[in-house]
């Protein structure tokens, strides 16, 4: 099997808010993309094999003091490279040409004069691109054309055609660029010379031979949150090592309606997972009964999980290897891409933190993933489209849902509605143009009627948010006509609930979750 890493892509972060957007592009087109820090020797770059190297943009100007530089060995190899604003910024500099900061710069969209159709514009339709810079190019040097020019006469593409060296003032990664996709596609495949054999299907492969090398005749522990990340790592291991992956899934008794026997029927009937389902369910609601602080809820969940995890883990007898679903923004946020390459445990795991004191060699299957291949890795693997496409869900569960004390009648409660509503997003084919929705339950009783009779009950809100990553997010303008299915079947079937709220609360200033 070739190498899928091969003629690749290295990015060197110059700081841009669109690193991370690059690297996911050049992946959409099947080109393996890897971020890496702008000191990065070229030995280094060279010795992983890329078929090309884009330089990123970033905040500074490249006579800031400190402005972050790069090896410059880069322009004596014949490596070809895309220099994406600031990263063009450095292209043209370092050979001869002229950056200066005249003007006021541009920002957002603009409209380009394409010179030559060929090379970086072959096949370019529209002329739209999106701009972010102050800096631009005054003095075009040897050996380099001007491609394109922006309508405020700046110059926006050039390229070195005898070093195969292309630079845009441009964000060709931005979505706002219409056709910037097929910009890197005509740099990736047609100047340079990468292998679009990033695929879910090899990597499978390369996945299960890798695990196989690793774990050997070891056995593995799988621990599965019914988060799709998770949930593919146990369908990845049981296709590497079989039964010798021992999934392991608590639930706490906080989870969605049917959420536990939906992930294990998937993967246990759909897949053939050796996965086994705990109930500590009352365990955790001893623990949490009488609690209110959100933070002291939060604490009692995440401990619990902890101790029933080492309990369970030590009942299966020896396992060396543990393997969980870190990604990649993982990895780049713990300091990979800043050249920290070492293995952490991570203590943001999505079920809530494992035991310090476990020692086990980790295996980390999705680590060089986007969230998005792994959901095609996961379809790939046959895992159900239900439980791919499932919005994320916190570790505490309803735990973080139920404001005050956590009960079991408040807990029915909360599934049942919370399951009419996501049955309704589904009905009217909204599920898929949210990022998470979810409902929660607020143990205030307000007065209602329901045909002759006078009502007493909780309030439900509602929420539904867009976001990339869950720093951000901006509230879902749901239709109205779905808003009112949802309140009156919710208010009329679920015995508990007599009035529905919808949370209109971005974040910044909210936060996603109620607690
Ligand atoms: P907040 O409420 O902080 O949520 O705006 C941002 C995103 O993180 C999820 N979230 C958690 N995920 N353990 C998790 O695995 C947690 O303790 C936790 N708290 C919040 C939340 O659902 C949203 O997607």
């Given at each position: 099997m070739s190498n899928i890493y091969d003629r690749g892509v290295v990015i060197l972060d110059f700081g841009s808010q669109?690193?991370?957007?690059?690297?996911?592009?050049?992946?959409?087109?099947?080109?393996?993309?890897?971020?890496?820090?702008?000191?990065?020797?070229?030995?280094?770059?060279?010795?992983?094999?890329?078929?090309?190297?884009?330089?990123?943009?970033?905040?500074?100007?490249?006579?800031?003091?400190?402005?972050?530089?790069?090896?410059?060995?880069?322009?004596?190899?014949?490596?070809?490279?895309?220099?994406?604003?600031?990263?063009?910024?450095?292209?043209?500099?370092?050979?001869?040409?002229?950056?200066?900061?005249?003007?006021?710069?541009?920002?957002?969209?603009?409209?380009?004069?394409?010179?030559?159709?060929?090379?970086?514009?072959?096949?370019?339709?529209?002329?739209?691109?999106?701009?972010?810079?102050?800096?631009?190019?005054?003095?075009?040097?040897?050996?380099?054309?001007?491609?394109?020019?922006?309508?405020?006469?700046?110059?926006?593409?050039?390229?070195?055609?005898?070093?195969?060296?292309?630079?845009?003032?441009?964000?060709?990664?931005?979505?706002?660029?219409?056709?910037?996709?097929?910009?890197?596609?005509?740099?990736?495949?047609?100047?340079?010379?990468?292998?679009?054999?990033?695929?879910?299907?090899?990597?499978?492969?390369?996945?299960?031979?890798?695990?196989?090398?690793?774990?050997?005749?070891?056995?593995?522990?799988?621990?599965?949150?019914?988060?799709?990340?998770?949930?593919v790592v146990a369908a990845l291991l049981h296709k590497a090592v079989g039964n010798r992956s021992h999934a392991v899934i608590i639930d706490h008794g906080l989870m969605r309606k049917n959420e536990v026997s939906e992930c294990v029927d998937a993967l246990s009937d759909g897949l053939g997972v050796n996965i086994h389902a705990y109930d500590e369910s009352k365990i955790f609601l001893s623990k949490l009964k009488g609690v209110l602080d959100p933070e002291k809820k939060r604490k009692i969940i995440g401990n619990q999980f902890i101790y029933s995890f080492d309990r369970i883990a030590l009942s299966l007898g020896k396992i060396e290897f543990l393997a969980q679903g870190t990604l990649y923004p993982d990895k780049i946020e713990s300091g990979v891409s800043k050249g920290n390459t070492s293995h952490v445990i991570k203590s943001h795991h999505n079920v809530g933190g494992l035991p310090e004191n476990m020692e086990f060699k980790l295996v980390e299957p999705l680590d060089k993933l986007f969230k998005d291949e792994v959901r095609k890795v996961g379809r790939e693997l046959g895992l159900p489209s239900k439980l791919i496409n499932r919005h994320p869900f916190p570790g505490p569960g309803l735990g973080v849902r139920i404001i005050g004390e956590i009960t079991q009648e408040r807990i029915n409660i909360l599934q049942k509605a919370d399951r009419i509503y996501m049955d309704i997003l589904l009905e009217d084919n909204i599920y898929d143009k949210i990022w998470q929705a979810f409902s929660v339950l607020i143990p205030v009783k307000t007065v209602g009627v329901m045909g002759d009779q006078r009502t007493y009950e909780n309030l439900l809100a509602i929420r539904a948010v867009n976001s990339t990553d869950g720093m951000t997010a901006d509230w879902f303008d749901m239709p109205s006509e779905t808003l009112s299915k949802i309140s009156r079947r919710i208010v009329n079937s679920v015995r508990g609930i007599n009035r529905v709220v919808y949370d209109i609360t971005s974040k910044p200033p909210g936060t996603i979750e109620w607690e």
């Open positions: 669109y690193t991370q957007l690059i690297a996911r592009r050049v992946r959409e087109l099947n080109v393996y993309s890897f971020i890496l820090p702008p000191e990065t020797s070229m030995d280094k770059i060279l010795s992983l094999n890329p078929g090309a190297l884009i330089l990123s943009g970033g905040p500074s100007s490249i006579y800031d003091q400190n402005a972050p530089d790069f090896d410059q060995k880069i322009l004596d190899i014949d490596l070809p490279t895309l220099g994406i604003c600031y990263g063009l910024h450095l292209l043209i500099h370092y050979s001869g040409g002229k950056v200066s900061s005249k003007g006021t710069g541009e920002y957002g969209f603009a409209n380009i004069n394409i010179f030559e159709t060929e090379n970086l514009f072959k096949g370019i339709k529209s002329p739209g691109v999106w701009m972010s810079h102050g800096d631009q190019v005054t003095k075009v040097p040897k050996g380099w054309d001007v491609l394109a020019e922006s309508s405020n006469g700046v110059i926006a593409a050039m390229m070195n055609k005898s070093r195969s060296l292309v630079a845009t003032q441009f964000h060709p990664e931005v979505h706002h660029t219409k056709d910037g996709l097929k910009m890197l596609e005509n740099f990736l495949l047609k100047i340079a010379d990468c292998q679009p054999n990033w695929t879910a299907g090899n990597f499978i492969n390369e996945q299960i031979e890798k695990i196989r090398n690793f774990v050997g005749d070891g056995s593995v522990l799988t621990g599965v949150s019914g988060g799709v990340d998770s949930t």
